[in-house]
């Protein structure tokens, strides 16, 4: 089990079935959520304030849409490997959960560090199941 997961997607419904899947599952103690790339940002750099201790506070895992408004998982994914987040927080890791199945978008989330996989919405048990082996 994780300690803390965080779901970023502008979806409400997506978000809060996300929540209920992995709260059934037993998947993480703790799910935080963020709406886009940019509060996604704002959240991780709040890790930098003092007396925040990264390897216990960060969430593990970070669930991530591609298309949303403000700033998309694309742009958030070119900027936190930019910025070599995958240094400064070497735990976070990313699931890409998207509605696309487009072979490109899966080859393309390959190329960034901090990616693990690229899975198809919605979120399900047996792939919450597949990622706790």
């Given at each position: 089990?994780?300690?803390?997961?965080?779901c970023?997607?502008?979806d409400p419904i997506t978000l809060m079935l996300c929540k209920k899947v992995i709260q059934k599952c037993e998947?993480?103690?703790?799910?935080?959520?963020?709406n886009n790339g940019e509060d996604t940002l704002?959240?991780?750099?709040?890790?930098?304030?003092e007396?925040?201790?990264?390897?216990?506070?960060?969430?593990e895992l970070l669930f991530l849409d591609l298309n949303m408004p403000v700033m998309g998982g694309?742009?958030?994914?070119?900027?936190?490997?930019?910025?070599?987040?995958?240094?400064i927080f070497?735990?976070?890791?990313?699931?890409v959960l998207s509605s696309t199945i487009d072979p490109k978008d899966i080859e393309?989330?390959?190329?960034y560090p901090m990616v693990l996989d690229f899975l198809s919405k919605p979120i399900t048990r047996e792939m919450l199941e597949e990622l706790k082996k």
């Open positions: 089990m994780y300690k803390k997961i965080l970023v997607d502008d998947f993480s103690e703790t799910i935080e959520i963020a704002a959240y991780l750099e709040s890790f930098s304030q007396g925040i201790t990264p390897t216990t506070d960060l969430p694309w742009e958030f994914l070119d900027i936190i490997t930019e910025r070599r987040y995958d240094e070497p735990e976070l890791k990313v699931i393309k989330s390959k190329s």
